[in-house]
């Protein structure tokens, strides 16, 4: 199925800027798929209020027992670093002594 | 580090996914918009010609299972706005585009279901032609609209396998029933293979988004593993696909089939399907009577968070 559907000639087409919020407020869903594992990323979606989001989270991103819990945390809390400046955050690369796989033991001496 | 175009060029080389917050080519971001905003309308439309049969359903046991698939439409639909909100746009001034018609829907959901076995049908030959797009477009470089394909593939798997067993029950029932199974493929098989859209010979649009690695695969591909893999599940259902030119090809390795009739995918893409204004018509009334709950809603998260801050 092609969802772009495709153009007609000579029909003008939308072209989209960028605007302001939407009335409802973002929020991200986070799901624990069972007890033991983390809350993992699921979506976002718009709600009025966190009380509202979290049922609308249910509805949206678990309707096949996904998991056995919820967050959903306001979009706008979120502080996310900036992917340009990943090397400052993520140099690690530099200190291959920091990874098992830098160390070599000889086979004999087994599974280590 | 490189930056802007050059970098966006690596990382589609590298066969990475762009992300939101990424630099892209204004095309590639207008593209995107587009079609993730257009295949969101698809799954929110879609729910209309389903939702017909709800009440009609033969049993409680197909009427759940319904209400389960419309329900998971109205899902996907919110997946892939969240995704096309990525993009900087919002999700008022997306259904404002709908409700105006300056942006489509898939042209399949103008066509009206007539019967119950248009339930079959429509899960075992429109949500089947969906899957085999959608699988393509968990590749897509766009990663919110891969992942929300991701979720979206494993959800319809569903769909067409309901819509098929609805198939198989009509065509293990009596005359009337298999009938009406069959009325329903003669109905749906042209309309499914013009969901692929265009013969990549006449398709404008392809190409850019080829190099651009959202689309995967061609239109005319995709619509030959539809058809390759459909045929043997109608021979099993004992129903013809009113298709006089189908037959195997034992130099390809696939099926041929006749000429698509692309004047009438042309006039229902312009507005003219049986259905169009209908369609838009009662998304509009819907939209415009739940305003009401859209503001009470709204006032109601203002009051709270005043009362978090006070």
Same mark, same amino acid.
């Given at each position: ?10 029909e ?51 309707r ?6 919820i ?15 990943a090397?400052?955050?993520f ?22 | ?50 939702g ?19 329900? =998971?439409?109205?899902?996907? @639909?919110?997946?892939?706005?969240? %995704? &096309?909100? !990525?993009?900087? /746009? ?8 709908l ?18 076995? =248009?339930?079959?049908?429509? @899960?075992?030959?429109?949500?089947? %032609? &969906?899957? !085999?797009?959608? /699988?393509?477009l ?24 309901q ?62 593993q ?13 129903l ?25 995918f ?45």
């Amino acid at each position: 199925m092609t969802y772009s559907v495709p153009k007609v000639a000579g029909e003008a087409e939308a072209e989209v800027g960028r605007e302001a919020d939407s009335v409802w407020p973002l929020w991200e869903v986070f799901i624990r798929q069972k007890r033991g594992l983390s809350h993992v990323h699921a979506g976002s979606l718009h709600a009025s209020d966190a009380e509202a989001a979290l049922l609308a989270a249910r509805d949206v991103y678990t309707r096949r027992v996904e998991g056995v819990s919820i967050w959903v945390v306001s979009s706008a809390e979120i502080v996310a670093s900036d992917p340009d400046d990943a090397p400052a955050f993520f140099g690690s690369i530099e200190k291959p002594y920091r990874h098992a796989t830098h160390y070599d033991i000889p086979d004999e001496v087994g599974q280590m | 580090m490189d930056t802007g175009e050059g970098k966006f060029q690596a990382l589609l080389e590298a066969e990475e996914k762009i992300e939101p917050t990424d630099w892209m080519p204004e095309g590639y971001r207008q593209t995107l918009i587009r079609q993730i905003a257009q295949h969101a309308h698809s799954e929110i439309i879609g729910m209309q010609p389903e939702g017909n049969w709800i009440s009609r359903a033969p049993t409680l046991r197909r009427k759940a299972i319904l209400m389960a698939k419309v329900q =998971d439409e109205a899902g996907h @639909g919110l997946y892939l706005y969240s %995704a &096309a909100e !990525t993009l900087g /746009v919002t999700r008022d001034q997306l259904m404002n585009l709908l409700h105006t018609g300056r942006q489509k829907y898939s042209s399949i959901f103008n066509y009206p279901t007539l019967s119950w076995a =248009d339930m079959g049908a429509i @899960g075992w030959l429109v949500d089947g %032609a &969906a899957i !085999t797009n959608q /699988v393509m477009l968990k590749r897509c470089s766009y990663g919110p609209y891969a992942r929300a394909m991701v979720k979206i593939c494993l959800e319809e798997s569903f769909h067409q396998r309901q819509g098929y067993e609805i198939m198989l029950a009509l065509c293990r029932g009596t005359e009337e029933q298999k009938a009406m199974a069959q009325d329903a493929l003669n109905r749906w098989w042209w309309p499914s293979l013009m969901m692929f859209g265009p013969h990549d010979s006449d398709s404008t649009h392809s190409e850019q988004s080829t190099e651009w690695k959202i689309k995967r695969v061609s239109n005319d591909d995709l619509r030959q593993q539809f058809v390759d893999m459909t045929v043997p599940q109608a021979d099993y259902l004992g129903l013809v696909i009113p298709d006089p030119d189908l037959a195997w090809n034992e130099d390809r390795q696939h099926y041929d089939f006749g000429p698509i009739d692309w004047d009438e995918f042309w006039a229902v893409v312009k507005g003219h399907g049986p259905m169009n204004q209908e369609r838009i018509e009662h998304k509009r009334r819907a939209w415009d009577e739940g305003a009401w709950v859209r503001e009470a809603a709204a006032a109601f998260g203002e009051r709270e968070r005043n009362r978090g801050a006070a």
